[in-house]
């Protein structure tokens, strides 16, 4: 398997430096290679997602991403800011289905922003669409017939596009709980009711499987007042974006967090769900067991290596569990002594 490791810009670095030790542990018959992207790609081409990055993503079977979102490089042109790269990474390698696991740890209850009782029934998957909603509509800023300046992004979605997202949640969905809530607006906006009649299409392909559907505010609110309520979740871009922030708190720390982004063909990208936490970067004290367990999620989806993934996973449930705690769960370990902590939990299994 070919690896690209896309570290990027902000803690990127500093977190992928861990996963790349986790890796080494493992010893995996993989070839990595690297590539500049995001605000280090900016400053060193002139573009966040280079010619030759872009390649090298092409050719590659899983990449590795850290994050991006360099703040000296946010009044550049919109299509040069450090973000694009990640969005252009989505559209053109056409990472559609974007998998966002939420689970509560043993022994981090505390640590969540919910009261431990109901934060310990979280295992949840939000099935986030990628490659269209707002993000990728026509968008722009105009002048209105009074003289004021408008700005405008366009929702839509067309009906394959729900399709194919819709498959991936059911079927998700029939490997765990056998339980699927879609999330829309479909009280007001037309594309979520395509969206919603879409959806119970799909159903009729898995009779194994119950469908809910849920408004999108409503379902922020069932998140923090009954998430053991939810198996898979299945959203578009602009819902999914924010509610898995939004699970993240619940399970603890954005620091948790991995994410899959899956075409239709073998080939993903597995990033952590946070950005590029400027206001932490080059300190040391970035939480990289989110960047490790995408590794994790990398080796399961693109490797199809379910045990090397199972031993990353159970090595940082141990490392959790024997109360390691970096600054954003309260304590006071560093982003290198966490990536020891989870590379002696995997040479110490048996
Ligand atoms: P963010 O996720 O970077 O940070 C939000 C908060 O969480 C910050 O207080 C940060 O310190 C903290 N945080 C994030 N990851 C952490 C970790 N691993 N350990 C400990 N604390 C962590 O979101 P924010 O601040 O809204 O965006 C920063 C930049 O990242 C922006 O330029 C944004 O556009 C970009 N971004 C990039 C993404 C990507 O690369 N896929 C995703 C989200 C945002
Ligand atoms: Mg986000």
Not at 101 to 116: N, T, V
Not at 267 to 288: C, F, R, T
Request: glycine share 10%.
């Amino acid at each position: 398997m070919k690896i690209l490791l896309l570290a990027g810009d902000g803690i990127g670095p500093e977190i992928m430096v861990e996963a790349e030790k986790v890796l080494a542990v493992l010893a995996l018959p993989v070839t990595l290679d690297r590539a500049l992207v995001g605000g280090a790609a900016y400053a060193a081409t002139g573009h966040p997602l280079p010619p030759e990055t872009l390649d090298k993503a092409k050719a590659a079977d899983a990449i590795l991403f850290g994050a991006v979102g360099d703040p000296r490089f946010d009044n550049v042109e919109r299509h040069l800011r450090p973000e694009q790269a990640i969005l252009g990474l989505r559209a053109a390698l056409g990472l559609f289905a974007n998998l966002r696991p939420a689970k509560m740890f043993a022994g981090l209850e505390d640590a969540s922003a919910l009261r431990p009782e109901v934060a310990s029934a979280i295992d949840l998957l939000i099935v986030r669409e990628l490659n269209g909603d707002v993000y990728f509509g026509e968008k722009g800023t105009r002048t209105t017939a009074d003289g004021q300046r408008e700005g405008y992004d366009v929702m839509a979605y067309s009906e394959s596009e729900v399709r194919r997202i819709a498959h991936v949640a059911f079927r998700a969905a029939q490997g765990r709980n056998k339980r699927l809530c879609s999330v829309d607006k479909a009280n007001v906006l037309e594309t979520s009711q395509l969206w919603r009649d879409v959806v119970i299409e799909v159903a009729a392909e898995y009779p194994d499987v119950t469908l809910t559907h849920m408004y999108v505010d409503n379902a922020a609110m069932q998140l923090v007042r009954n998430p053991g309520q939810f198996d898979v979740v299945v959203t578009g871009n602009l819902f999914g974006d924010i509610l898995s922030d939004q699970a993240s708190m619940c399970v603890g720390s954005i620091g948790l967090l991995a994410s899959a982004s899956l075409s239709e063909g073998k080939q993903g990208l597995y990033e952590p769900i946070h950005g590029s936490a400027p206001d932490i970067a080059g300190k040391g004290v970035a939480n990289p067991l989110a960047m490790i367990l995408s590794l994790a999620m990398l080796l399961r989806h693109s490797g199809g290596d379910e045990a090397s993934a199972a031993r990353i996973e159970t090595a940082v449930a141990k490392v959790l569990a024997d109360g390691c705690r970096g600054a954003d769960l309260g304590g006071d370990m560093g982003t290198t002594a966490l990536g020891d902590a989870v590379v002696s939990a995997l040479n110490n299994q048996t």
